[in-house]
């Protein structure tokens, strides 16, 4: 026995209605318009031009070879003095790069500092270390004012100077008393020079400033190295009021160590965490989500395969994109992958913090997801208008 649904005159037309404006294209169906023709953004970004920061389209760049090409060209470090240390705290800061890195200075003595004087030939002028004392305790102690006590010369300033600069001062002093002086001037402790190494290094904390020079890399070792969670691109060093970063992953990869600059007293080292480093993997993926990158180093192929790939059910492989608003100028990029070469493209386009990557649903999903979204309506209102109701002597009520 056939069963028909009826559908009264009133409901039908209405029904009609939402049928044809579906197939029309209409508003009513989100997201339904073509991307096959479209060459810029639907929505204006912000857009920096020139100091003025104003809303334009942005063009759609396809994932070509030649586009691969040209980004890995630019990503290249300059030849000679490598890449320069780019100033975070603003564009018209200084910039730290290997042409202006001053020579090695020699270690000057600053409060707290010991070293230890000898006079030849002169033992009663020498403070004997004894047996039982260590070089420290026998040594001289430099002032709070940056000022020594030593025999017959009295009390000297010796803050910023070096070693050497304090023998000549104290054999000048010494020549009266003294026929043919000869005494040496040595380093026992440095203790007035520091620097802060703090972020993610395995032993956070002060680290001294010796005479030998010490470089970032050099203070990030001696603080036990970076840790899992540290982001090896984003060294902040802070100099002075301003703060520059440096990027370690670009000396290991690239050979730039015109990065790694010298430290001076009241350095402070930070090494960002990788938390930053995230993709954004949206749309018609098995597993969107939020990933992090691992050194920023991460393929548009690598990003898709840890998503799981494109749903096999419900995407459209030819409307991939790659949306990169962590720039000046915004960049969108299209990948056409309906065709498995386009694979091998994706895996050399380089992927850069914050990106966003949107796998668009296929046609005939979305009109099933429309669809979905008003039978439950279209079913209420069929069942509506059969039902009797006996409150009005089993008519229905209009």
């Known amino acids: 026995m056939k069963t028909s649904l009826a559908v009264p005159g009133g409901i039908r037309p209405l029904l009609m209605g939402l049928a044809a404006s579906i197939l029309a294209g209409c508003s009513l169906v989100p997201g339904n318009q073509s991307y096959s023709n479209r060459e810029e953004s639907a929505v204006r970004l912000p857009v920096q031009q020139g100091d003025v920061l104003a809303p334009a389209n942005i063009k759609i760049k396809p994932i070509t070879a030649e586009l691969i090409i040209e980004m890995f060209n630019a990503a290249r470090p300059p030849r000679g003095d490598g890449t320069s240390v780019a100033a975070v705290a603003g564009k018209d800061n200084p910039r730290l790069t290997g042409n202006n890195f001053p020579p090695t200075p020699e270690y000057k003595l600053g409060p707290g500092d010991i070293i230890s004087i000898i006079v030849w030939d002169h033992p009663e002028l020498t403070i004997p270390a ?120 670009a000396m290991y990869d690239y050979g730039a160590t015109a990065q790694n600059a010298l430290l001076e007293n009241g350095d402070i080292v930070n090494v960002a965490d990788r938390s930053y480093n995230k993709l954004f993997l949206l749309g018609e993926v098995a597993r969107p989500g939020s990933y992090v990158m691992n050194k920023k180093r991460a393929t548009l192929a690598e990003a898709l395969s840890d998503a799981g790939y494109v749903s096999q059910t419900t995407s459209d492989p030819r409307w991939i994109y790659v949306m990169r608003g962590d720039a000046e100028a915004p960049e969108l990029f299209h990948l056409d992958a309906s065709l498995p070469d386009a694979m091998l493209l994706a895996d050399r386009f380089p992927l850069r913090p914050r990106d966003v990557i949107y796998v668009d649903a296929a046609a005939v999903v979305r009109w099933q997801r429309v669809v979905a979204n008003i039978l439950p309506t279209a079913t209420m209102l069929d069942v509506t208008s059969q039902t009797k109701y006996p409150l009005f002597g089993g008519r229905q009520p209009y």
């Open 130 to 249: 004894g047996s039982f004392r260590t070089a420290e305790q026998a040594g001289t102690v430099v002032a709070d004012d940056g000022t020594i006590f030593f025999p017959y010369a009295g009390v000297l300033k010796v803050a910023g100077k070096t070693t050497s600069e304090v023998r000549v001062m104290l054999s000048s002093k010494l020549a009266k008393y003294i026929e043919k002086v000869q005494l040496d001037v040595r380093m026992v402790a440095f203790r007035s020079q520091q620097v802060y190494v703090v972020g993610e290094v395995a032993k956070p904390g002060i680290q001294q400033v010796t005479d030998i020079p010490m470089t970032i890399l050099e203070a990030v070792n001696r603080a036990g190295g970076f840790t899992q969670e540290a982001d090896y691109s984003r060294v902040l060093l802070t100099r002075r009021g301003t703060t520059y970063q440096v990027n370690i992953q």
